[in-house]
């Protein structure tokens, strides 16, 4: 159990469905992260968020939209997706928040997202 | 520009033998800090340890030991004994301080090692 949960573990999506991925930390941190992780290439952070403000948009395209409710709850919402963004979804979250160089953040197992 | 590299794409040992797991940094700052994450099969990642560019101790947690040589800006990992258990993919990673001493926001991993230990 690492304290950030993300649901669901596994999908599959048409390029047409909406779905959305959800993230739930346990850890009373401040700062929550979207990652995607790609066969072969460095984990790219796509979206922070800071006692629930959006901080950062790492030039995501539109169809990845982000919601934070509150500071224990992210989601990303998914739609008109393309097979390239097959990938593994990490969620992070940090007690600093983020801009604090010497924060840990810790991660959840992730969403195996498959975009047919 | 911050960079970790991460030479070795994947390593296979035999169970009980040592293994070093290289990573190489850059970065202009003076004050940043380094990390080391374990992704094991299950796919999250695993905070191993955290270490800021000032202290260059060597640190050792039971089987894991970490050797900082700013010198060479490297920041080696050694597993003692290797356990299939550490069968995983392990990453590097750097966060910049900043001259102003405010953070980015970005953590900059390494594209990973995938280390094999075989029984």
């Known amino acids: 159990e690492t304290g950030v949960t993300q649901t669901p573990r596994h999908l599959v999506m048409g390029m047409t469905n909406k779905k959305s991925l959800k993230c739930e930390q346990h850890?009373?941190?401040?700062?929550m992260y979207w990652y995607k992780q790609s066969a072969k290439k460095p984990l790219e952070l796509m979206f922070v968020?800071?006692?629930?403000?959006?901080?950062e948009n790492n030039s995501v395209p539109s169809r990845f939209s982000p919601e934070c409710p509150n500071s224990s709850h992210l989601f990303l919402h998914l739609h008109t997706l393309q097979p390239e963004d097959s990938a593994l979804y990490l969620c992070?979250?940090?007690?600093?928040?983020?801009?604090?160089?010497?924060?840990?953040?810790?991660f959840g197992a992730g969403t195996r997202l498959s975009v047919l | 520009a911050q960079k970790v590299t991460q030479a070795q794409t994947e390593i296979s040992v035999v169970e009980k033998e040592d293994v070093t797991l290289d990573c190489v940094y850059e970065?202009?700052?003076?004050?940043?800090?380094l990390f080391w994450y374990k992704q094991p099969p299950s796919g999250e990642l695993v905070f191993l340890i955290r270490?800021?560019?000032?202290?260059?101790q060597n640190e050792i947690s039971g089987r894991y030991s970490w050797n900082f040589q700013k010198s060479t800006s490297s920041f080696n990992f050694t597993i003692t004994a290797s356990q299939v258990v550490d069968s995983a993919v392990y990453f590097c990673?750097?966060?910049?301080?900043?001259?102003?001493?405010?953070?980015?926001?970005?953590?900059?991993f390494g594209k990973g090692t995938k280390l094999s230990v075989i029984p």
């Open positions: 992070a979250s940090s007690q600093d928040p983020a801009g604090v160089a010497k924060n840990i953040q810790y």
């Open positions: 850890l009373g941190h401040n700062a």
């Open positions: 968020y800071n006692f629930k403000e959006q901080t």
């Open positions: 970065t202009r700052d003076t004050t940043y800090y």
């Open positions: 270490r800021n560019s000032f202290d260059e």
């Open positions: 990673a750097l966060s910049e301080a900043g001259n102003s001493g405010a953070g980015s926001y970005q953590l900059t």
